[in-house]
C-alpha cells in the first residue's frame, strides 16, 4: 500500500478529511524549504504538496507565479526539489509528499532518470498540470514501475468520458479544481462543487481532492463537508511573499492557518 492510499484509508476510518497545503520549492530561499515542510507537517498538514519551480505556471495566479519567480531567482531546479525530499525524509518518513509542476521540467531531466531519482527520493506522487491523459503513458508507466502515484486534475468542464478516462490513468488521489480561473482567485461555490463531487464519484472510487479557492478555516470547514481533501496554497504563499526577510514570521503565520484550517474541518466532520 503507497503512503497515500495508507493516509486516506486511515482519515477515512476516523471520518476525517485530509489537509493537503502546497508550498513552491525553493520560495522564497530553497534553504528554508525542508524546514517549511516540517513547520507544515507539525500543524496539521496530512500529505504536502511541493510545488516544482516553473517560468510561466500557466494555471497558477499572480501569487504562486511569484513565489516561482522567487524560486527561480536562486536556480532552484528539478534536481533540488528531489533533494529536498530526500532531506526531508531523513526525519520525516510518513507524510506523503506530491510534486505539482509542469511537464517541460520533466521532460528536460528526462521521465526515465526523473521516475527513478523520484523513487530514491521518496517522492508519493506527481502532478503535472499540462499533462493531458492522452499524452501521459509513458510516464504513468514508469511511475507505477516506481510505486509512485500520478495524480490528474480534474474540472468544472471536464465530460463523464473525460472524467472516466483521467480516473483510469491517475492513482492516490483526484484532485478538482473547484473553478475555472487560476490560484488565489475567489469564486468557490461549495454546493456546486459538492454536485461535480458527486457525479465524479459515480466513475470513481479514488479519493477526491478539492484545490483553488480555499483560503481559510472558514472555506477549508465548507469543502471538507464534501470532499475527502482540502488543499490551500495561495493563502499560505501569501505569507512568504509578505515576510520574505523574515522567515520566522512566516512560519508562525502559516503555522497558524494551518492550525486553524485543520481544527475547523475536524470540527465540521464531527459535526456531520
Same mark, same amino acid.
Given at each position: ?12 476510518? #476516523? ?23 516540517? +513547520? ?14 516553473? &517560468? #510561466?505556471?500557466?494555471? @497558477? ?75 501521459? #503513458? ?10 509512485? @502515484? ?16 483521467? +480516473? ?22 461549495? @454546493? ?12 470513481? &472510487? ?21 470532499? @475527502? ?44
Amino acid at each position: 500500500m503507497s503512503r497515500l492510499d495508507g493516509c486516506f484509508d486511515a482519515l477515512k476510518s #476516523d471520518n476525517r478529511c485530509a489537509l493537503i497545503p502546497y508550498i513552491t520549492a525553493g520560495d522564497p530561499e530553497p534553504s528554508v524549504s525542508v524546514d517549511l515542510m516540517h +513547520a507544515l507537517v507539525s500543524a496539521g498538514a496530512d500529505i504536502i504538496e511541493l510545488g516544482i519551480p516553473f &517560468s #510561466d505556471p500557466m494555471a @497558477d495566479g499572480p501569487i504562486i507565479q511569484a513565489a516561482c519567480e522567487r524560486a527561480l531567482r536562486h536556480h532552484t531546479s528539478l534536481s533540488d526539489v528531489l533533494d529536498m525530499v530526500a532531506e526531508f525524509r531523513t526525519t520525516n518518513n510518513t507524510t506523503p509528499v506530491v510534486l505539482m509542476g509542469y511537464l517541460n521540467p520533466i521532460e528536460r531531466m528526462g521521465y526515465e532518470e526523473f521516475a527513478d531519482r523520484a523513487m530514491k527520493a521518496d517522492v508519493d506522487g506527481v502532478l503535472t498540470v499540462d499533462m493531458p491523459p492522452e499524452e501521459s #503513458d509513458e510516464l504513468v508507466e514508469l511511475l507505477g514501475s516506481k510505486k509512485i @502515484d500520478p495524480v490528474f486534475l480534474l474540472s468544472p468542464t471536464s465530460t463523464d468520458s473525460r472524467i472516466q478516462k483521467i +480516473a483510469t490513468a491517475g492513482s492516490g488521489f483526484l484532485y478538482y479544481v473547484s473553478f475555472t480561473g487560476v490560484t488565489g482567485a475567489s469564486h468557490l461555490e461549495v @454546493d456546486e462543487v459538492a454536485m461535480r463531487l458527486d457525479r465524479i464519484r459515480e466513475q470513481s &472510487s479514488l479519493p477526491l481532492g478539492v484545490g483553488f479557492g480555499i483560503k481559510d478555516a472558514e472555506s477549508a470547514a465548507e469543502v471538507a463537508r464534501v470532499a @475527502d481533501a482540502v488543499i490551500v496554497g495561495s493563502a499560505l504563499i501569501h505569507f512568504l511573499e509578505e515576510n520574505q526577510d523574515n522567515i520566522s514570521a512566516a512560519k508562525h503565520n502559516i503555522s497558524i492557518l494551518i492550525k486553524s484550517i485543520r481544527k475547523s474541518i475536524d470540527i465540521i466532520r464531527l459535526e456531520g
